[in-house]
């Protein structure tokens, strides 16, 4: 069982608010991520970290930032938040290369945002 | 680059049928290769992976098994539940220390009538 919170599980904002999107892990992995996903549909990676103070845009263009001080903390903000925002939001993590799971990824419950 | 092709759904079968969902890939070199499952309103779960070639992954009465020379790894189970209906992805991980090391298939939606 993987230990990756994110928080807020859901919530409603209006156009122009600032937002951030939190995601912590406990088990110590360097490299974390943000995915993109529409209900039941793919995912798209738009922010990912090797570590602290490593942050890298992933393949999808975004408009939000992201920041990682501490390695068990991999925080999302959006700026000004728009309509065209509204999705579901994934956080996921995995430890270092060369460890027995290495290539794993494990995932958060997701943070589903809605702009109204 | 990566890429990982899946079976296109929806997928719709009645309790205790045989599901298979096709996943093919391409990669360089040797990568590893997952199954995740995402229920309503959830985030993603890791249902089973393989490592290497030959290698089957199991989990829940789901397998899946690393072919190399058919660059597959095509998920099985011999008699699905209503519980089973989600979005199943398969994704392929690199073997090399990039973060950007996982690519997903697009997803195929199985829903399991009773």
Redesign the interface.
């Known amino acids: 069982e993987?230990d990756i919170y994110?928080t807020p599980r859901y919530l409603v904002i209006g156009t122009g608010k600032k937002i951030t999107l939190e995601c912590s892990q406990t088990m110590g992995h360097d490299?974390m991520?943000w995915y993109q996903q529409d209900p039941?549909?793919?995912?798209h990676?738009i922010h990912?970290?090797?570590g602290v103070n490593s942050t890298?845009k992933?393949?999808l263009s975004s408009e939000s930032t992201v920041s990682r001080i501490r390695t068990e903390h991999f925080p999302l903000t959006l700026e000004s938040a728009r309509p065209s925002h509204t999705s579901q939001y994934?956080c996921?993590s995995?430890p270092?290369?060369g460890t027995s799971s290495g290539?794993?990824?494990?995932?958060?419950?997701?943070s589903?945002l809605t702009v109204v | 680059g990566d890429s990982v092709t899946q079976m296109e759904g929806p997928v719709t079968l009645s309790e205790e049928a045989f599901l298979t969902i096709n996943c093919t890939y391409t990669a360089t070199g040797y990568?590893?290769l997952?199954w995740?499952v995402?229920y309503p309103?959830?985030?993603?779960?890791?249902l089973l992976?393989a490592?290497k070639a030959d290698d089957k992954g199991s989990n829940k009465g789901f397998e899946a098994t690393y072919r190399k020379e058919t660059t597959s790894f095509h998920l099985e189970k011999g008699s699905v539940q209503v519980s089973d209906s989600a979005?199943y992805?398969c994704a392929l991980?690199?073997?090399?220390?990039s973060?950007?090391?996982?690519t997903?298939g697009?997803?195929t939606?199985l829903t399991v009538l009773p």
């Open positions: 993987a994110q490299k991520y039941g549909m793919e995912l990676l990912y970290s090797y890298e992933g393949d994934l996921a995995s270092s290369s290539n794993t990824i494990y995932f958060g419950e997701g589903w | 990568p590893s997952f995740y995402q309103g959830e985030g993603l779960q890791l992976k490592t979005v992805f991980s690199a073997i090399s220390g973060a950007r090391q996982l997903f697009s997803g939606q």
